[in-house]
């Protein structure tokens, strides 16, 4: 699913209980890491995230269901693109417009993974 797609799904959901349960359907789409691609965990998140790149392609895992799920997004965010490209975006800024009513320590998480990604 791409971003546009997860983006526009999100949009028609107006429960934050649905929006939470899309999110973790959507971690259990994330495609399995390639041996070739290289590997970072990710500091400051609660649950063991990490994030995976091959080129300009991106894959994660993570061992929470709601984490995954987050990590499918932001994947989504970025998948294709340039380091440079990924620096001039506004992935928080993008994140928050989900409007996914996260506790503070999954915020911390996020924009941990955002943090790591701008500084590729």
Do not use: H
Request: proline fraction near 2%; hydrophobic fraction near 45%.
């Amino acid at each position: 699913m791409t971003y546009a797609e997860i983006k526009s799904a999100l949009g028609m959901v107006q429960s934050p209980l649905e929006k939470l349960e899309f999110v973790m359907d959507l971690g259990r789409s994330l495609e399995q890491v390639p041996e070739s691609a290289k590997c970072y965990e990710i500091k400051g998140c609660a649950s063991f995230v990490q994030i995976c790149r091959d080129e300009n392609r991106f894959f994660g895992m993570a061992d929470s269901a709601l984490v995954r799920g987050i990590v499918a997004i932001i994947i989504a965010m970025v998948d294709g693109k340039t380091s440079d490209e990924i620096k001039n975006m506004d992935l928080g800024g993008e994140f928050e417009g989900l409007n996914l009513n996260l506790g503070a320590g999954r915020l911390n998480g996020v924009n941990s993974m955002i943090r790591f990604l701008q500084n590729l």
